[in-house]
């Protein structure tokens, strides 16, 4: 399902293709910090292998997605459709979320798999568009990792429901510790152990309507269910990604996302957080805080100090995510288990 024809279209006359790849793929890495490229380091098209040419040093993890129709059961025992992002093989999840990591600039290889039964075309908030991919087929999308911090990859096409049918993941940058970049660490974080959390909030409503191929009302928007890492409490409280399991004394980084619509207020029971970024932009402004804003499409970083021992719940400060189709206590309550 390689799609290199469209990479060596604008290929300059004359000029040496590793030198014009190089220069293409600066120019998108500056201009956006993502970029996907299609098919490159397929060698097998008999395209220059531009990737393996520039990054030879660097294995390549292949990380593998399906975005595939998924069924949930809630405790009232409701069953919602969702279309989610599915990892396969050994890619790994918080939760059920598929969780990516790469170090800046470095190439994040994904070979996507589209079970939904229409177009879908992955995107990076607040980054580069990747290509479509029609019902069933498979392409390997090979995406440069953003600057440092925490990103979303969803769905273009899907648009504001993109969100509510669940089809999200994570990207994470993070400098390597030794070794690239001259052995550079961390500008901004030191911490121990880092957790995902990625809020979702879906209107019964809007995930059935697209799931029998309809289109919902998009003028009205009432969420009813609210999963964190694709959970509700209380299986947040045993998912080894979604419980904060940490150590008096260690600092938590914990990657905060909203990939639903509702402006979050994520309240900490037993401790105060320290916002690092919002949006991968750095933040000194902000003490430290029992609340903190998340809203929609919004990633925020906040380091945790873990000061006392205990079990404490983490949720967002409306009852309403704390239910599950209404039903208390589920939802997006998820703990902090310190020892
Ligand atoms: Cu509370």
Known sequence: MSRQENQSASDPVGVDPVEAGRRRFLQMAVATGIAFQLGVGTADAGQPNLIKQLWQKQPLQVWMLEAARIEQTFSDGSILPYHRYR?????????????????????????????????????????????????????????????????LLTDELLGDAAGPMGLGAVIISRPHKNGLRGG?????????????????????????????????????????????NNLTFPDTAS????????QVGERVLLRMCNLGWVRQSVHFHGYHVDIQRINNQPQSIFGPKDTIPLPGHTTLEALLTVNQPGVFPVHPHSLTTTTDNGLYIGGQITLISAT
């Open 87 to 151: 990892a396969l093989g050994s890619t790994p999840v918080a939760g059920s979320v598929p969780v990516l990591t790469g170090a800046p600039g470095e190439i994040l290889r994904v070979r996507m798999r589209n079970s939904l039964s229409y177009t879908i075309r992955p995107m990076i908030v607040g980054g580069m568009l990747g290509p479509t991919i029609a019902p069933g087929e498979v392409v390997t999308l090979d995406l440069v990792v953003p600057t440092e911090g925490t990103w």
């Open 184 to 228: 550079r660490r961390s500008s901004v974080l030191g911490y121990d152990r880092e957790y995902v959390l990625l809020y979702v909030d879906s209107d019964d409503r809007w995930n059935t309507a697209i799931d029998t191929g309809l289109l919902p009302d998009y003028t009205t928007y009432e969420p009813n269910y609210h999963t964190v």
């Open 239 to 246: 998912d080894p990604g979604t419980l904060i399991t940490c």
